[in-house]
């Protein structure tokens, strides 16, 4: 099969209307960092305060995506390119899907990110920059995980022998080391309280 064979199939349910029926607007929480900067942790505490609220959500996690869809990548750059293009896919159905789908996700690099966010319309792309410092999270090394990276039993880790570009307009910045998990969930609660993503149910 050509692609210009491949017509995109339009349905009766709608974002719009799967929206509605979620009173929430769609969006992807895009959660970027170093390894052992929270995301996950904060991530997940983010989608429980959704879910008690009454919201409809989803969590993709990095070890949990690779265990799976992407069990056949590896973690070198081209890898790891191909490793969020198909994330960023993946978080843009569930945004038609009505969800507010969160991703925690290293995520290295600025141009891909930029990607997953053109692929969504406009407000439904926040990215929250976890932004803890190195020190805190070789500190924390809840896998051991750079002790290895030091040791050169492992290559390619962000933030030893491969680069992790930060963000530079995050629309959420948040460094684990100064809040606690609660705080840095309430952070992102207030934030798309005051965007008009959540409302109250």
Same mark, same amino acid.
């Not at 989608?47 to 070890?63: I, M």
């Not at 932004?131 to 002790?147: A, H, V």
């Not at 050169?152 to 998990?181: C, H, M, R, W």
């Given at each position: ?10 349905? +009766?349910?709608?974002?719009? +209307? #799967?929206?509605?029926? *979620?009173?929430?607007?769609?969006? !992807? ?40 869809? =992407? ?8 890898? @790891?390119?191909? $490793?969020?293009? @198909?994330?960023?896919?993946? +978080? &843009? ?19 891909? @990110?930029?990607?997953? #966010?053109?692929?969504?319309? $406009? =407000? ?15 500190? #924390? ?6 002790? *290895? ?5 492992? &290559? ?18 948040? $460094?684990?080391?100064?809040? +606690? !998990? ?5 952070? !992102? ?13």
């Amino acid at each position: 099969m050509t692609e210009k064979n491949i017509v995109w199939h339009l349905h +009766s349910v709608t974002k719009k +209307s #799967r929206s509605v029926q *979620k009173k929430q607007q769609p969006c !992807i929480l895009w959660f970027t960092g170093l390894n052992g900067a929270g995301k996950s942790t904060i991530a997940g505490a983010v989608e429980q305060k959704l879910y008690e609220q009454g919201h409809h959500t989803y969590l993709l996690d990095g070890d949990n995506v690779r265990h799976g869809l =992407n069990k056949d990548l590896a973690f070198s750059n081209e890898d @790891r390119i191909e $490793n969020i293009r @198909r994330i960023g896919e993946l +978080s &843009k159905l569930f945004v038609d899907a009505g969800l507010l789908v969160l991703t925690a996700f290293i995520s290295p690099f600025q141009f891909d @990110r930029k990607i997953v #966010r053109e692929l969504v319309g $406009n =407000n439904e792309f926040i990215e929250i920059h976890m932004n803890t410092p190195i020190e805190i999270c070789e500190q #924390r090394d809840p896998k051991g995980l750079y002790e *290895k990276a030091r040791r050169g039993e492992i &290559k390619n880790f962000t933030g030893i022998d491969s680069d992790y570009e930060a963000p530079e307009q995050a629309e959420v910045t948040i $460094n684990t080391a100064e809040l +606690s !998990i609660e705080e840095c969930a309430d952070v !992102i609660i207030d934030y798309l309280k005051s965007k008009h993503i959540i409302f109250e149910c």
